[in-house]
Antibody, heavy 126, light 107 residues
């Protein structure tokens, strides 16, 4: 059974760097894309980005200048680094597997976030 | 960015009711539409991918239709565990965007 366990960050002050890790068990980290999503009361669910083994990554343009996503296949985990945080980065952060399903009828490939971590609350406050 | 708009924002229903939630994309996304369920304090759970396909383990009372810009999630015979918030999400392009959510609560 595929599971994602998130390692949290303590409270952060503005301008610090947020670092989060998501550890995979029960599956292959090389076979999929891995996503980060955050949720705050004011903005709902916000896609942060996704990354694949080998460094291929997609970033939300609104965060791209501050964001680095990476995959460590030796440790079977993937990570998020967000620089220069502000109060606007306060949210629950989730990791998820961005998995591919192939539809035989249409011949199309569909991606969805099919396995989620439990989420970690990140608070940025001075 | 593709905007995803859900309606209604909330609805009240009874056990056994049939409920439908609509999601509209600001431009055509073909069938690249996913649905998720979220209970309070929990992570979202994947229900539907590719607009109409149930993920493994999702009860058959859930169904979904749509393509292009208009999509619908239907829950037949609402069960107690179905009271939750439902989100749509487009996987057509980047940035991947979510609807604002539809909360289904007990009437």
């Amino acid at each position: 059974q595929v599971q994602l366990q998130q390692r949290g960050a303590g409270p952060l002050r503005p301008s610090e760097t947020l670092s989060l890790t998501c550890v995979l068990s029960g599956g292959s980290i090389s076979a999929h894309y891995w996503s980060w999503i955050r949720q705050s009361p004011g903005k709902g669910l916000e896609w942060i980005g996704d990354v694949r083994h080998g460094g291929n990554a997609n970033y939300n343009p609104s965060l791209k200048s501050r964001l680095t996503l990476s995959v460590d296949t030796s440790q079977s985990h993937f990570s998020l680094s967000l620089k220069s945080v502000t109060a606007a980065d306060t949210a629950v952060y989730y990791c998820a597997r961005y998995s591919l399903d192939y539809d035989l009828v249409s011949g199309l490939n569909f991606y969805s976030m099919d396995v989620w971590g439990e989420g970690v609350t990140v608070t940025v406050s001075s | 960015d593709i905007q995803m708009t859900q309606s209604p924002s909330s609805l009240s229903a009874s056990i056994g009711d049939r409920v439908s939630i609509t999601c509209r994309a600001s431009e055509s996304i073909s069938s690249y539409l996913n649905w998720y369920q979220q209970h309070p304090g929990k992570a979202p759970k994947a229900l539907i991918y590719g607009a109409t396909h149930l993920h493994i383990g999702v009860p058959a009372r859930f169904s979904a239709t749509g393509s292009g810009t208009d999509f619908t999630l239907t829950i037949n015979s609402l069960q107690p565990e179905d009271f939750a918030t439902y989100f749509c999400q487009q996987s057509y392009n980047v940035p991947r965007t979510f609807g604002q959510g539809t909360k289904v609560d007990l009437k």
